[in-house]
């Protein structure tokens, strides 16, 4: 990583902790870093911390995320061993933005996994290396934008007039390897800078990185058809009730990233009064992730139950026991993103050195996000298929007919449950190609595009420029819009040159009451149980070569060629130590190979080459939000040089207009582009555009007093409101079905929709701190703060009714409301210290108490989701005569998540969802050659610590993710 910092001073042979020239102390190396950040925490009026570039450069940091995770309340979440959201003292609604103006990365909405997670506003795009430097303001003033509940992140990057006159070279060359995976990968950047005299300067930066990584995941969360007791198929048996996923999944997945970006600065220095710049920066993210999950039904579905003996503790948990599925499958899942961001600033800056100042910055920002996902399941267990024949009257047949018809796999509880088979049913069930049916195939795709620009001035007067006493004048305004155009979509198949047909243009004269023909000869899944949709027509409609037939039962083959591994044993994968062995029964899975599968369109097109596939965009999940906001302030500043205090107090008033394009069905009946709803997306819609504006008043006010030599005291009271989240405001009604094996019917399981209603997150914070500097890097800090939000935004699960291939059922529908107001209150404690001898520490605790009205079944006044009450973050380091070590330790305790919701028979269950504490340990060791060259090495997640998730009770696993070792080697350099 660049560190320009080094390439300014002097060459150092080695990273001292200081050089005496005439009795003067020069520091450099990491330890000066941390100087710098420390002096702009004690010289800043506001509540601030930052990371210097050195800092970012001399630690191993992923992205500009992790660079974050060491401050004081500030923590990170993780997925596949990435930091990815920042959370300042638990909250996660913040603003990003580059030189204190509007970013864009890129991963402002996106999704992931199998369960087509939801995610929102990812770092994990942006390169810690372009970065020069990154502030997080805890407590804000008028003139800085708004967006932020829990505060606002402001990545900067570096002024080439900054650098010495003349030519400035710096970057580095590594490889890196994650653990459990073979396989190293390069990784490298460059920071090329050129100051012409102090009047004009260039600077440009690049960065690449391929990284692979592998992880051991209990999954099947995103199955909400759970059961505890009315639900349960086993009822009659099992007396006892016990909480029955509807699936456990088993995942083995192997990631690839790969990521570059570069960003380049002119700075000219006009006049003596005037400066202009222009800076660009540039982002380019690929994430391809390959999983392989086998799947075990417990609840509804295709299991039948508890057999033989068992054990359910008092919380209804099930601890061991023999389960009896009608299937044994597995899904063979990869998911490749391509996200790209440019954002492009240009700024002027008027200083007359006397009393008055002005500068006006303009800034245009796009990101563009491609998601394709292909899918295949494949069987164990005997499948009935349609056929054989293409035409007239079939019996179906099984293509696996050597396979089981049932299995009984064994149940043992854990953090990450291990699952065996019973003697009763094959102990090679997963590792013989003889039982292996490529059972189903489907791929879909998510496009995300964000656009946005804004313009802002501001000027201040110095109404008092003396040394005492200072008064200043600030005022402001900025216009800015942004709009996020959200796709969702599948690839159907056209099935009309197989003869299906289409309902709809079947004239309403020759229909029949009680038939549906709201549905077209295209298709989503794959799947050879699958029959003609022509099949479900009364007999007056149906072609004769379909006479008598049923759908799923005498239907002619229609989604062909059949597949199994021993037909076509080069589509099949052999996993060894699946998921990281121990977890299912002879630790060898055979899948469906992933390799082949990274370009969805491709592969599932010449699986089946004789239905054309086409992207169609699903109008429940396809949303555009268009945000503008008309915003000015004005603001006081009392205190000059010599002064023992500094007073600001502002305000700012922001106009927002919303604007939702949110779809829903055009009527209660509307046709598919699709045999079903549940096969297709939705061809008759509506657009509903909401309309919406809203005016905040954001008054704040903060004072700094050095109350004696070294020691200061703060006090901070401010208005702050956040934005809602994207998919909140704009997802229609989508809905989830999973096929029932008892009656080969397509059943709802789960939904979830958004609410273009929402109010954003808005509070009233204080902070009241102080803070005692002693020596070069002394610090011992304690501070307060007290947030009231006005309302959450909460996820709510409600039972909805909705139509399916079974006539309809209620099922969980998790949808955004604003809920009641809440709290947010606890205390920051610090600590920093530099020896002489070239040891060195930092230290935090954050201590955040959250109170709300949310509820379970349990549980009342449940915390904020995703604050831990406690965290912590410590690092230690030693610089001396060229060697260089470093460790850094951050650690969360407990946190709540939110609500599972299901419904279970005519009841329903709402339970908490809850992350068990979570620490990481990295370290870094380096040694400086020459003037020049440092070599070193750096460690991510040392212990390789787990993530874990619990349902209400923490024996009740929900979700579990083995932690993964980064190890990193290479050179630095600077000229």
Not at 189 to 194: C, E, F, Q, S, T
Request: charged letters at 20%; proline letters at 4%; hydrophobic letters at 35%.
């Amino acid at each position: 990583m660049p560190t320009l910092a080094q390439a300014q001073a002097a060459a150092e042979a080695g990273q001292q902790t200081g050089v005496e020239d005439d009795n003067v102390i020069v520091v450099t190396g990491f330890r000066a870093s941390l100087e710098d950040a420390l002096n702009a925490k004690r010289e800043s009026n506001l509540i601030i911390e930052s990371v210097t570039a050195e800092d970012i450069g001399k630690f191993p940091d992923q992205n500009v995320a992790e660079s974050l995770q060491r401050l004081p309340g500030i923590q990170i979440d993780r997925e596949n061993g990435q930091g990815s959201k920042v959370r300042i003292r638990g909250l996660d609604q913040n603003v990003t933005l580059l030189n204190g103006e509007l970013f864009v990365t890129g991963l402002e909405v996106y999704k992931v996994g199998e369960g087509n997670y939801n995610r929102n506003d990812s770092l994990e795009g942006v390169p810690s290396e372009l970065i020069g430097g990154i502030e997080v303001f805890k407590s804000p003033n008028a003139s800085l934008l708004e967006g932020g509940l829990g505060g606002i992140v402001n990545l900067k990057t570096r002024n080439p007039l900054d650098l010495d006159e003349g030519l400035t070279l710096a970057g580095n060359a590594k490889m890196s390897k994650g653990s459990e995976i073979s396989g190293w990968e390069p990784a490298g950047a460059a920071v090329l800078g050129y100051n012409f005299n102090d009047r004009l300067g260039v600077i440009a930066s690049f960065t690449y990185e391929k990284t692979n990584n592998h992880v051991n995941v209990l999954g099947g969360d995103n199955r909400g058809n759970w059961a505890f007791s009315e639900g349960r198929r086993d009822t009659a048996t099992v007396p006892t009730n016990y909480y029955a996923p509807e699936y456990r999944y088993v995942t083995d997945r192997d990631q690839y990233r790969r990521r570059w970006g570069a960003s380049l600065g002119i700075t000219y220095r006009a006049t003596d009064n005037l400066e202009v710049s222009a800076q660009y920066f540039h982002s380019d993210l690929k994430i391809d992730t390959r999983e392989a999950s086998v799947k075990f039904p417990f609840g509804q579905g295709e299991s039948q139950g508890l057999v033989g003996s068992y054990t359910i503790n008092e919380n209804g948990v099930l601890l061991d026991g023999t389960v009896r599925a009608q299937s044994a499958e597995a899904i063979s899942f990869v998911d490749v993103s391509n996200i790209k961001s440019d954002n492009l600033q240009f700024g002027l800056e008027w200083d007359n050195d006397t009393n008055f100042r002005a500068s006006v910055m303009a800034n245009y920002a796009t990101s563009s996000m491609k998601r394709e996902v292909a899918n295949n399941d494949v069987r164990y267990t005997a499948y009935g298929v349609r056929g054989p024949g293409t035409s007239g009257s079939q019996p179906g047949f099984v293509p696996n007919a050597s396979a089981p018809p049932t299995i009984d796999f064994t149940y043992s509880n854990g953090e990450f449950p291990s699952f065996g088979l019973a003697p009763t049913s094959p102990q090679d069930l997963f590792n013989n190609p003889d039982y292996g049916f490529f059972k189903s195939h489907w791929a879909f795709g998510d496009r995300s595009d964000i656009d946005g620009h804004s313009i802002r001035a501001d000027f201040a007067y110095d109404v008092d420029d003396s040394y005492t006493d200072t008064i200043t004048l600030s005022a402001g305004f900025r216009y800015g819009q942004r709009t996020v155009e959200f796709v969702s979509g599948r690839y159907l198949a056209d099935f009309s040159g197989k003869g299906e047909l289409d309902a709809t243009a079947i004239p309403e004269s020759e229909r029949v009451d009680g038939y549906q023909y709201n549905w077209t000869p295209y298709g989503y899944f794959q799947d050879g149980a699958i029959g003609y949709k022509i099949c479900d027509l009364p007999e007056a409609n149906k072609p004769a070569a379909f006479a008598g037939c049923s759908r799923f039962g005498n239907s002619p083959a229609l989604i062909t060629p059949y597949e199994t591994f021993v037909s076509n044993p080069e589509r099949v994968e052999a996993i060894a130590n699946f998921a990281g062995g121990g977890k299912v029964i002879g630790d060898t899975v055979l899948v469906a190979d992933r390799a082949q599968m990274t370009n969805a369109l491709e592969w599932i097109q010449a699986l089946y080459p004789d239905t054309p596939f086409t992207f169609f965009e699903d109008p429940l999940q396809t949303y555009r939000v268009k945000e503008e906001t008309k915003s000015g302030y004005i603001m006081a500043d009392i205190g000059g040089e010599d002064d023992p205090y500094h007073v600001n107090v502002g305000l700012r008033i922001v106009n927002t207009d919303l604007t939702v394009d949110q779809n829903q069905p055009a009527n209660a009946d509307p046709s598919y582009w699709g045999t079903d709803s549940w096969n297709g997306v939705l061809r008759d819609f509506t657009t509903n555009t909401i309309m919406r504006s809203y005016t905040d008043f954001l008054p704040s006010a903060n004072a700094v007093f050095d109350v004696s030599d070294g020691t200061k005291v703060r006090f901070s009271a401010a208005r702050v409101v956040a934005r809602q989240p994207l998919v909140s405001l704009g997802q229609g009604f989508a809905t989830n079905f999973t096929r029932d094996a008892a009656d080969d019917l397509f059943k709802f399981t789960n939904g979830s929709r958004g609410n273009a209603e929402l109010e954003p997150f808005r509070a009233y914070q204080f902070d009241l701190g102080v803070e005692h500097y002693f020596g070069d890097q002394g610090l011992l800090s304690a501070g307060l703060f007290w947030k009231e939000v006005d309302s959450f935004i909460v996820n709510e699960t409600v039972a909805v009714f909705v139509n399916d291939q079974a006539g309809g059922r209620l099922g969980p529908v998790s949808q955004p409301a604003n809920g009641s107001g809440g709290r947010v209150k606890g205390f920051e404690l610090a600590a920093q210290y530099a020896f002489d001898f070239g040891l060195g520490f930092t230290a935090n605790y954050t201590f955040s108490d959250t109170d709300t009205d949310f509820s379970t079944d349990f549980t009342d006044n449940l915390p904020l989701p995703g604050v831990s009450k406690h965290s912590a973050n410590g690092q230690v380091y030693f610089e001396r005569y060229g060697f260089a070590a470093r460790a850094s330790y951050s650690w969360r305790s407990k946190q709540y998540l939110g609500n599972f919701g299901f419904a279970d028979g005519s009841i329903t269950r709402t339970l908490g969802i809850y992350q068990k504490a979570f620490g990481q340990l990295d370290g870094q060791i380096s040694y400086q050659l020459t003037d020049n060259f440092e070599v070193f090495a750096e460690a991510i997640n040392i212990t390789k610590a787990d993530t874990s998730v619990y349902l209400q009770f923490p024996e009740l696993p929900f979700r579990f993710e083995s932690g993964s070792r980064r190890i990193y080697g290479g050179v630095k350099f600077t000229f």
